[in-house]
């Protein structure tokens, strides 16, 4: 067997598998061969055809070409899957090779383009290529020819997309195109090509788009996209790895290593339950068809797939993980056939994830234990056995959220210190029709003023903190609020301390004439939810169209969270039912779920007034907390409140102090001082104290000195950019945070 065979043939290991006993298989392959039979049955199989589908009859929209060779891969799957009900069918087998060279006479080839560029050269190629290797036996030597050639009209290099150097996943995308291209063409350059693009992918991003050291994933060069372009990116990066592997073009052991380093640090974290967390995935979540729980459950697939070529101990780990989201994912069962999407989940991962699961060898893992400050794009992760708290923030790097393409029209405050909760029960929340029923004005979290925003309208920050201290899991982030083309200011923190998080906000100052609010929570209870809100005891389970005001100390919604305020407030809370259509979020080919959808909402806000001046906020959430949970810790607190001042934000307890200083020389926190901007942990546990310092600006240069009125005693570890002056009755720490880009640097001390 030459090379050429080896890769196109190991692509088409990816994409089907021998025939299985396995009920579950077998049904999985039965309700995708329906789907397929459905896009047979509806089809234009007339000589004088103009369309192959009339939903899909247009000859100015790319889209509708790339859904047509969409359904075109679905046909050659069920025809070419060992076990489908139509497999080597011959009537389709003609059907379909006549449909392809139609398709690529009449639409795709010596077409004009036209609509969105990443159809032509990304879209539509990734659908063909996949269709030419199932029905490689069924089409002629110029058939596959004629369609290599159109893939290499639009697509022509595979280090350029748009006539613009290729970066992230529209890299690995043109890179996987040209691989098969080369392997069905027998063109050796083609696939040479591909692999020296593909080296440039490979090494840590300190700007604009790719893979970074402290966990995140940018595409387009603002936005977060772990769970979105990343994720899409780990799936054709698996197929193409398998392809290659054993060829003259295998991936070395060193960029194997990298992808399994990625897995745990930029892919792992942000996974949670089976779902990839919303805040990572960009625009995508205003698709009906593409949800947290499609999302993690494609990156669980891919994962599956790629497992097969990692070193032994990295595929344990990683079949451990995959086995864990997969158990725990009670929205979205792995193994049901998800007729919405467009690339669903291949049969090759549906058998691998039953072995997984049936194999007792293959150890439980639960969710990721790891908290995580990704300065790069702005995100921060805080983890406990029983939930992760996650926070979306911006800067004038990382953007509040995309709309390009009239997709996401409503997505204005997903990034703005927007706050993602998930606990274990409610695990499908935000994929449960969230984003087209809730207030999308009073997403959680965040502090906007009131004016009313069209759809599409552009968001930016003019603030550059957003980030914050790591230590041990412990993470004290925070945001300044400095909305583009506003007056309004803020600082917000969030303290991470064991069981609770600390929310803080301070010198809220607007002029701009609008009411100012920050949002406590706005929860998707279901459909007909009823959990009721408790505030101050007072369980309130009635559904409403108009808020009320509650004096409160405490509120919860059982299971969910609790919400204490250190000091009284008038707590604006409304349970209403809402309703909303995906296609008010976006419009197009790809927005075509028209259902009116109704859910219950509990949603609390703090109104700090009409252009407010120095307003402020702080309340304690308490994730998976009960009432009574919620009534016991707010009274009986097991931190204080240090510092709620524009200047700085603290939270102390007696061992342990977490501070964001928000300007050089602010005033000190129980003695504790900065001479620059940035974010402290000091921890005081099992005998020693450890120090985290971060400039979460990334701007600073030089040394920084925080100043702690005591002996800490000897310096025995940590970074090398810290150094310490110890003295009976004080400790000087200098860091120099040149290059720091967000990291946290670490200094331990021993008593």
Known sequence: MNDFDRVRLQWLSTLISPASSDPVVAKYVADSTAVAQQHWHTMNRS???????????????????????????????????????????????????????????????????????????IGIPLALNDTCVLLYEDLSGPEISKAMSAISRYAPTPSQVHKQPATGTNLNWACSIALLRGALSHDQTALTSARTAWSSLFPYATSGDGFYEDGGFIQHSHFAYNGG??????????????????????????????????????????????????????????????????????????????????????????????????????????????????????????????????????????????????????????????????????????????????ENQRGWYTGEGSVYLYVPSQVGHWADAYWPTADLYRIPGITRDTRTLRAGEPRAAANSWAGGAILD????????????????????????????????????????????????????????????????????????????????????????????????????????????????????????????????????WLDHGKNPKHASYAYIQLPGASAADTAKFSTNKTARIAANTHAVQAVARPDLLMINFWEAGAPAVDGVAMDRPGSVIVSDREGRTRVAICDPTTRLAGGATLTIPRSLGEQVGGNDQVSSVVSRNSTTLTVDLTGAAGKSYVATFSH
């Not at 979020?585 to 779920?593: E, R, W």
């Open 473 to 604: 899991g412990l993470v004290a982030a925070g945001m300044s609020v400095a909305p583009v083309d506003q007056t309004l200011r803020a600082h917000k923190s969030w303290f991470c301390v064991d069981d609770a998080i600390y929310c803080l906000g301070a010198g809220i100052s607007s002029s701009d004439g609008f009411g100012v609010e920050t949002v406590v929570e706005n929860r998707n209870i279901g459909e007909g939810g009823l959990l009721p809100l408790t505030v101050n005891g007072h369980h309130i389970t009635t559904t409403s169209v108009k808020a009320r005001s509650y004096s409160a100390d405490w509120a919860a919604i059982d299971s969910v969270c609790g919400y204490v305020f250190p000091d009284p407030v008038q707590l604006q809370a409304v349970r209403e039912d809402r309703r909303g259509r995906w296609t008010a979020l976006g419009s197009g080919l790809d927005y075509t779920d028209t259902t009116l959808y109704n859910r219950r909402y509990i949603t609390m």
């Open 229 to 406: 372009y990343g994720s899409t990116l780990l799936q054709y990066l698996a197929y193409s790895m398998i392809a290659l592997h054993g060829s003259a073009w295998a991936f070395d052991d060193r960029q194997i290593a990298t992808v399994s380093t990625w897995i745990q640090l930029n892919y792992v974290p942000w996974l949670h339950d089976g779902a990839f967390m919303d805040m990572t995935r960009g625009r995508n979540v205003s698709r009906s068809y593409d949800t947290d729980h499609t999302a993690g459950r494609a990156t669980s697939a891919a994962l599956l797939q790629i497992a097969g070529i990692l070193a032994p101990k990295d595929a344990a780990l990683i079949r451990s993980q995959v086995k864990g989201l997969i158990k725990r994912d009670t929205f979205l069962p792995f193994f049901r056939f998800d007729a919405t999407d467009p690339d669903p989940i291949r049969v090759p991962s549906i058998v691998a994830g039953r072995s997984v699961v049936a194999d007792p060898s293959i150890s439980l893992a639960g969710n990721s234990p790891s908290s995580l400050v990704a300065t790069s794009m702005a995100r921060a992760v805080y983890r406990r056995p029983g939930f992760a708290y996650a926070v979306a923030m911006d800067n004038t790097k990382i953007q509040p959220y995309e709309h390009i393409n009239e």
């Open 47 to 121: 000589p004088l055809r103009s369309h192959l589908w009339a939903d899909l009859d247009s000859s100015t929209s790319s889209a509708a070409q790339r859904l047509t060779m969409d359904r075109l891969r679905s046909m050659a799957l069920a025809l070419k899957t060992p076990g489908s009900p139509l497999a080597e069918d011959q009537t389709l087998q003609t059907d379909l090779v006549a449909a392809v060279n139609w398709f690529l006479t009449h639409k795709y080839g010596g077409v004009p383009r036209y609509g969105n560029w990443w159809d032509w050269e």
